[in-house]
């Protein structure tokens, strides 16, 4: 199922700074995905395949051990689950886990790269291996702003 741009930006409304164009190629390339209670999005050592913005519904994101599970946070509509991941290179640090009836937009990591970064940047390299500061010089803010600033504490926005 798809998305729309108006979607998109009534539940993240800093995309709004984000160019038109920019928003129209997440929301195409972005699939909304159904969970119901106690469905697992993603868990722990998980590949990052992209950032899951929550639309409805409510999310739990637990670290969990042999020993013991640890509550992290949860979401609700507006959230962004992945950041670190996405943002960081490599693997999901925990697990997310539909605590009732959701529903995600899920946003491609290719896409993120594209939309964060820039069309024109060399498509060699993975968002990884982009500095904090390469982002915050390149990225749009709004973008930037609903993801990376609320897992980098102390990266100033523009």
Do not use: W
Not at 34 to 56: E, P, T, W
Not at 72 to 80: F, K
């Amino acid at each position: 199922m798809t998305i729309s741009a108006e979607q998109l930006t009534s539940i993240l409304p800093d995309l709004r700074a984000v160019s038109e164009s920019a928003v129209a190629h997440l929301a195409r390339a972005s699939s909304l995905r159904s969970y119901r209670a106690r469905a697992v999005l993603y868990r722990a050592g998980d590949v990052a395949d992209g950032l899951y913005v929550v639309m409805s519904g409510r999310v739990i994101v637990r670290r969990e051990t042999a020993e013991r599970s640890e509550m992290l946070h949860t979401e609700r509509a507006g959230g962004v689950l992945g950041e670190i991941p996405v943002f960081g290179g490599g693997h999901f640090l925990a697990t997310a886990v539909a605590l009732e009836p959701t529903r995600c937009c899920h946003v491609p990591i290719a896409v993120v790269a594209d939309t964060v970064i820039g069309q024109n940047a060399p498509k060699r390299r993975s968002l990884a291996t982009y500095s904090i500061g390469e982002v915050v010089d390149e990225a749009p803010s709004g973008l930037f702003h609903c993801t990376v600033m609320r897992c980098v504490p102390g990266v100033p926005s523009h």
